[in-house]
């Protein structure tokens, strides 16, 4: 098996464009109000748990950003548009199936879920163009 070639600064890039998207989806002007009022998190259990929440999300986001980095340099994908359109699969066949999921065996609100997908989906959107544009 060959060696696929990553750059580096290109995932280090998508892991924070993914942690931008969800700082302005989840932000007090756009969906913060009914995310909050969807999975009963207040602003003060918001707080006490930022610290680790952030740290979680850093390591998820760099993980995403290299598994999709490896899709994409093992798919040989070298345009913005194609790296767009594997980030769509990537959500369609990973992010929105075990989302989903959540609605038929824990009975989460499809609107919570809508918002969850919404999210992953502009972010892997973002992240496989530049990380096709960017190799």
Known sequence: ?????????????????RMAVGFVWYSPPVLLKPWQALTGITPETMRAGLTRAMVVDVIASLIMA???ANIIGASGITDWLNGALAG????????????????????RSLKL??????????????????LAAWR
């Open 88 to 107: 769509f699969w990537v959500w369609l066949g990973f992010i929105a199936t075990v989302l989903v999921s959540l609605w038929g065996y824990e009975n």
């Open 1 to 17: 098996m060959n060696a696929i070639p990553i750059n580096y600064w290109a995932v280090l890039v998508a892991a924070a464009l």
């Open 113 to 130: 879920i809508g918002i969850n997908l919404g999210n992953n989906l502009i972010a892997l959107l973002l992240m496989g163009a530049l």
């Open 66 to 68: 290299f598994a999709l």
